[in-house]
């Protein structure tokens, strides 16, 4: 099967008829209306479901699928993960990565020192902030910007950034 990546969680239900309640890991919610199926994650197990409906409240998706007819049906996805094939994925802009490819990429700074691995991504809304873990447990936050991310190379999970003065 094509590697698959997650774009949501399953929060919770929406309503009586099956609606599934979607917290999005995506910048644009709306790209769930270009997706005829998804794929949920059930412990280590994945169910084809063909998408019926797409709704939003707030800023979650609400989503209706095939054969999850009810409420009581949509209580078995609470807190279940959606993915669908990495080919169904959204084209990023040059130099914007996914989440799921950026966590476990080894930093480096320019001088060579080894900061440690990103093990979350989270957006402050002006810029993502990437989290670096080192093998001792120390965090350091860096700003996804210019001039600090120097260089990303997901395919040999390495990044090197400049260290400005009150990073660390």
């Known amino acids: 099967m094509e590697q698959l990546m997650e774009i949501g969680q399953i929060v919770n239900t929406y309503g009586i008829k099956g609606y599934l309640k979607i917290v999005p890991y995506t910048d644009d919610i709306t790209r769930f209306e270009d997706l005829d199926e998804i794929y949920i994650k059930i412990k280590k197990d994945l169910q084809s479901f063909i998408i019926e409906d797409v709704k939003y409240s707030k800023n979650l998706v609400l989503l209706k699928l095939k054969g999850i007819d009810d409420i009581n049906s949509a209580e078995n996805y609470k807190n279940c993960y959606i993915e669908i094939p990495r080919s169904k994925a959204v084209e990023l802009p ?10 476990g990429v080894n930093v480096y700074t320019d001088e060579g020192e080894e900061l440690g691995n990103i ?4 957006s402050t809304g002006a810029n993502d902030i990437y989290v670096v873990k080192n093998e001792l447990g120390k965090q350091v936050l860096l700003p996804a910007i210019g001039d600090v991310i120097k260089q990303v190379d997901i395919q040999n999970k390495k990044m090197v950034v400049h260290l400005i003065k009150g990073l660390i």
Do not use: K, M
């Open 94 to 103: 040059e130099d914007s990565y996914f989440i799921v490819d950026l966590i």
């Open 119 to 122: 093990i979350d991504v989270f």
